[in-house]
């Protein structure tokens, strides 16, 4: 069974920086593309960074385009969001997503693994 585990999200002032890390487990996954998505309260979840397990392609949403930055550790199978000059729009919940299907991008609809989500507050 495939699990991907969210951690390191909390309360930081606008300006901080924070990282998400997302731990994968599960023998036979196999990821294509994994991604960062967020929702915040009231709006739809959307994008924020994706990457494809081999590294060649990344993608950033152009709302934190130079300020976060996505990566990945494949021997332990962690991902990474590394989130600077945060601003009070991104406080959301933050979700860890991870597709099997060849030739996924950062469509929400591609990924087929989800994470519980951890909350980033960033306050004035």
């Known amino acids: 069974q495939v699990q991907l585990v969210e951690s390191g999200g909390g309360l930081v002032q606008a300006g901080g920086s924070l990282r998400l890390s997302c731990a994968a487990s599960g023998r036979t996954f196999s990821p294509y593309v994994m991604g960062w998505f967020r929702q915040a309260p009231g709006k739809e979840r959307e994008f924020v960074a994706a990457m494809t397990w081999s590294g060649g392609t990344t993608w950033i949403a152009d709302s934190v385009k130079g300020r976060f930055t996505i990566s990945r550790d494949n021997a332990k199978n962690m991902v990474y969001l590394q989130m600077n000059s945060l601003k009070l729009e991104d406080t959301a919940v933050y979700y860890c997503?991870?597709?099997?299907?060849?030739?996924?991008?950062?469509?929400?609809?591609?990924?087929?693994?989800w994470g519980q989500g951890t909350q980033v507050t960033v306050s004035s």
């Open positions: 997503a991870g597709s099997t299907y060849r030739g996924s991008t950062y469509h929400l609809k591609d990924y087929n693994y």
